[in-house]
């Protein structure tokens, strides 16, 4: 399979612990994007980047968030001191630069359930 | 602010018949489009997309249209199918990013 994968699918944690999760994107693409969704909304852009570099953050991404992609592959988004706020799926996606219009390609989501 | 929105969060259509989905945006610098359908725990995948300089896109049973006077786009699915109900996401993309905008979904129910 080279899709999108992340690990891992469910964490389930107490209010106030910290959580990371980690998004293998597909191998040729350049762009890897975190998106949040809660339930009857759709994903909310969260940050991205371009090879190693973080380009673009959102709002929403709180000083309690931190996302990193240290050698341009794989992407770890890290969330510290969790709230109940913080329950909903994380989704990874990536893309090529210049090819088929930037087409994101999504993972199947990180469920995340604050206690 | 919802830039992205569907106003319909949910359509039922008899399998054979045209399953329409709708898709409003409020930003004239999105410059490309996208139709992406979820199944339950299950990332979006991704099914077709527009540039703003065309007003049809088609793939075999679907066929996406942009009205850019209108800020409106449409996804036609014919013949519709019981494995095409899902929820469906359009979403939208600046011309100065690359950050996508999506709106709320229409959850899509092809009856046998």
């Known amino acids: 399979d080279t899709g999108v994968s992340q690990n891992p699918r469910h964490k389930i944690t107490k209010r106030g612990q910290n959580v990371t999760f980690r998004c293998d994107p597909i191998s040729e693409h350049n762009r890897l994007y975190w998106y949040r969704q809660t339930l009857g909304q759709g994903p909310e852009f969260l940050t991205y980047?371009?090879?190693?570099?973080?380009?673009?953050k959102s709002r929403l991404l709180s000083d309690r968030f931190s996302a990193e992609r240290p050698k341009g592959s794989f992407s770890t988004l890290e969330i510290q001191r969790t709230e109940q706020g913080d329950s909903a799926m994380y989704l990874c996606?990536?893309?090529?630069?210049?090819?088929?219009?930037?087409?994101?390609?999504f993972g199947p989501g990180t469920r995340l359930t604050v206690l | 602010d919802q830039q992205v929105k569907q106003n319909s969060p949910s359509l039922s259509v008899q399998e054979g018949r045209i399953s329409i989905l709708n898709c409003d945006y409020t930003?004239?610098?999105?410059?490309?489009f996208l139709w992406y359908k979820k199944y339950p725990a299950e990332g979006p995948t991704f099914l077709i997309s527009i540039s703003s300089i065309k007003d049809k896109n088609e793939d075999g049973r679907f066929t996406v249209f942009l009205n850019k006077s209108a800020k409106h786009l449409s996804l036609h699915i014919v013949p519709s199918q019981p494995g095409d109900s899902a929820v469906y996401f359009c979403a939208a993309r600046r011309n100065t990013g690359n950050q996508f905008y999506f709106g709320t979904g229409t959850s899509l129910t092809v009856i046998p």
């Open positions: 930003n004239s610098m999105f410059d490309y």
């Open positions: 980047f371009q090879n190693e570099a973080q380009l673009e």
């Open positions: 996606a990536s893309s090529l630069s210049g090819g088929d219009g930037d087409t994101q390609y």
